[in-house]
């Protein structure tokens, strides 16, 4: 039996029973399930913060799949889709595909495939997680750093040497090469290939451009 109840999975459906047999199936396999008859319910309890995916039907009626899954993209990271539908529809499955979403199953919709594309749904959502709080840390790091720091920083970023940078700042090679040191410890890296993949990191263009 699979054990996720850290994370929860999200089914939206305008069919009761739909519901309620997609719950026990899940819920038989381990998994902490939250129903919805309406994408509007389910906008309303949204929780970007708490890990999980969404099992969204097409078709549904004030705001069908596809629209909540254009509204979803707004955030910050946007909750991994499983589309299911009740016939097969290639340019609704591309245009669901085309804007991220994980699977897209017709009805009827066998356990084991459906387990498989939720599965993979929360690995996704894993993944993006542990990449943004990475990046979060490594941005918070960066802050850290005084405002003559984040100069050397982009300089040395760069490949500037310290000589360079201090002709650049108009100060003296000393004072860069202890703000360099202060820098460069701040954010817990040894080598200037260290700092560029720390740039990279932050996910921030202006950070990883600097």
Do not use: W
């Amino acid at each position: 039996m699979t054990s996720n109840t850290a994370s929860l999975i999200y089914i939206v459906d305008d069919d009761a029973s739909i519901l309620k047999a997609y719950r026990r199936l899940l819920e038989s396999e381990g998994f902490a399930v939250k129903t919805f008859l309406s994408a509007m319910d389910y906008l309303a309890a949204e929780d970007p913060d708490l890990p999980g995916c969404l099992v969204l039907d097409v078709q549904m009626p004030q705001l069908n799949g596809i629209d909540l899954q254009a509204r979803l993209l707004s955030n910050l990271m946007p909750r991994p889709i499983v589309f299911i539908s009740g016939k097969s529809d290639i340019p609704t499955s591309v245009k669901a595909m085309k804007y991220g979403a994980v699977d897209f199953l017709t009805k009827p919709i066998a356990r084991d495939e459906l387990i498989a594309a939720v599965q993979h749904a929360l690995l996704k959502d894993a993944s993006q997680r542990t990449r943004q709080a990475g990046a979060d840390l490594c941005r918070n790091k960066f802050l850290s750093l005084t405002p003559r720091e984040r100069q050397v920083f982009a300089h040395v970023v760069k490949g500037r040497l310290n000589k360079q940078i201090a002709d650049d700042l108009r100060i003296a090679e000393k004072t860069v090469k202890i703000h360099r040191g202060r820098m460069m410890h701040k954010i817990g890296v040894r080598s200037v290939a260290e700092l560029v993949r720390f740039a990279a990191q932050t996910g921030d263009t202006e950070i990883a451009e600097t």
